[in-house]
């Protein structure tokens, strides 16, 4: 059996697959931020989820990185987990 490392870097191995996952890893570095703020805050999904009033699953959607929130969704998940959201634009090399 294989594990998740070495598969990670087999398929990272190939241009294609190593240029979509670099184009995702914004998404993937929101939904960490997104988790650590929660995780700070000590809730769970669905105590979040109903600081929020949306559903647990919607959280986990979040969480997942799979969807982007808007800068509302954004605000609300921070007034939630007593955060402050920021957005910063940075410069490219």
Same mark, same amino acid.
């Given at each position: +059996?294989?594990?998740? /490392?070495?598969?990670? $870097? !087999?398929? %990272? $191995?190939?241009?294609? /697959? !190593?240029?979509?996952?670099?184009?995702?890893? =914004?998404?993937?570095? %929101?939904?960490?931020?997104?988790?650590?703020?929660?995780? !700070?805050?000590?809730?769970?999904?669905?105590?979040? *989820?109903? &600081? +929020?009033?949306?559903?647990?699953?919607?959280?986990?959607?979040?969480?997942?990185? &799979?969807?982007? =929130?808007? +800068?509302?969704?954004? $605000? &609300?998940?921070?007034? *939630?987990?007593?955060?402050?959201? #920021? #957005? !910063? %634009?940075?410069?490219?090399?």
């Amino acid at each position: +059996m294989t594990d998740l /490392a070495t598969l990670k $870097a !087999r398929i %990272l $191995a190939t241009p294609e /697959a !190593r240029a979509e996952y670099e184009a995702q890893a =914004p998404e993937f570095d %929101l939904a960490r931020e997104l988790i650590a703020a929660r995780d !700070r805050a000590g809730l769970t999904q669905a105590e979040l *989820a109903e &600081r +929020m009033h949306t559903t647990q699953s919607a959280i986990a959607r979040l969480e997942s990185g &799979r969807t982007l =929130p808007s +800068m509302r969704t954004l $605000a &609300r998940f921070a007034e *939630a987990t007593g955060s402050r959201a #920021v #957005v !910063r %634009l940075e410069r490219t090399a």
